[in-house]
């Protein structure tokens, strides 16, 4: 029995770290195997990176980039090359605006009232419980930020695997524990192994 509520526990405990984690999603091309893939580079958006968007924060791009480098090498055993790659890597952040809403119950007070009774000459008290009433909505706006990672084929040019996330933060850049939490959130998905 004390296994039985140890084991529950444990239980508990692991679901509740589960859901606090970010959700991602994957999509990726049945048709190729990924297995056959031992090499990567990343693209330059316009050749010297002159026209990025994110020009400012080569602070982010190099973490990012540092994230899925260390993450595809430990998941699946790529490494990066300069020349001749066998997949290029691209990744996208967006962060923007977003509302969020929460509903929460609302319950009555629970109380209590003395009565008399005139037949057993007694006062007795009657409880009652608190009761649901209604449910209290509440809006706020939040910025969510979504990353993407991309894989192309460097032979076809054509995408074989995609994964994004999108989370809460705090400000218009990423942290890097909001970038590393992506990125690991994301390539819990990534499968070198099926097709």
Known sequence: MKNLKL??????FILVLASCGTTAHIEKDDTVDLGRYRTFAWVDRDGEGRNDRNKNNDLTEQRI???????????AGWREVKNR??????????????TKETTNPVYTRPSSRLVYNPYTRRYATIYYPSQLAGYERDERTIREGTVT???IDAKTDKTVWQGWTTDEVNSRNLTSKEIQNSVKSIFRKFDVAKK
């Open 85 to 98: 790659p066998d997949i290029l890597l691209s990744y996208d952040v967006l962060v923007e605006r977003g």
């Open 7 to 12: 084991w529950g526990m444990f239980s508990t």
């Open 65 to 75: 980039r540092d994230a899925v480098n260390k993450e595809l090498e430990k998941s």
């Open 149 to 151: 990672i991309s894989m």
